[in-house]
């Protein structure tokens, strides 16, 4: 994604957790803060995905839950959830709404957010922010969300002429490798699924896929 200087220039407060206005306004290089910011919000995000992707490939055999997020993002586009009555929000692929929730929203995605994250907390100031992308955006159509199997990178696609206002996130859900020392091991995947390092935003064993 070519983060220029209209995209930077973002008035959404979640992704200034660490400045407040008063001192973006206040600070003479406040347009570079504000890049550093949107910078590690969306390092956050890369981080987020790839974790939720560990937990699935850790627990989609033994956990019921894990299972079912892995046929959201095996289809992007699907809703599974059979409702009366739905609202637009309600008809949303599953996966986007995946990306909309917070760990205690009373509904499936919240419970597999509070299960993938179980301690993180969305009052935090740290790396981990819900909604991972902002459920207004989504519910608007700005951000629609994609998955490649052949990849273990994704990619953040800007607009283009035919969706000019369309954020395209194509997020990288490759098979899980055959756990070995000469691919991934558990232990490797369960230590980035818990690596809670705000410094970190990338797992070392390239297996593991990351969206940017």
């Not at 560990?54 to 059979?82: G, V």
Request: glycine fraction near 2%; charged fraction near 25%; include cysteine.
């Amino acid at each position: 994604m070519v983060l220029s200087p209209e995209n930077l220039r973002v008035n959404n407060q979640e992704k200034f957790s660490e400045l407040t206005e008063k001192q973006l306004l206040e600070n003479p290089n406040s347009d570079k803060l504000i890049q550093g910011s949107v910078l590690r919000h969306m390092l956050a995000q890369t981080k987020m995905i790839s974790q939720i992707i560990s937990y699935i490939w850790l627990y989609a055999e033994s956990d019921p839950l894990a299972k079912q997020a892995r046929r959201w993002f095996q289809n992007p586009t699907k809703n599974f959830d059979k409702l009366e009555n739905p609202t637009v929000a309600d008809k949303l692929p599953s996966l986007a709404k995946l990306m909309g929730a917070k760990p205690q929203d009373q509904n499936i995605y919240g419970e597999f957010l509070s299960k993938a994250f179980p301690d993180v907390k969305d009052e935090s100031k740290g790396l981990y922010q819900f909604p991972i992308f902002n459920k207004l955006d989504i519910e608007s159509g700005i951000v629609v969300f994609k998955t490649d199997a052949t990849t273990t990178k994704g990619s953040i696609q800007d607009p283009t002429p035919n969706s000019p206002n369309v954020l395209t996130v194509v997020i990288a859900f490759p098979p899980c490798p055959q756990f070995s020392e000469a691919t991934l091991t558990k232990e490797e995947l369960s230590n980035w699924l818990n690596d809670r390092d705000h410094s970190n935003y990338t797992p070392d064993n390239s297996y593991i896929p990351v969206t940017f």
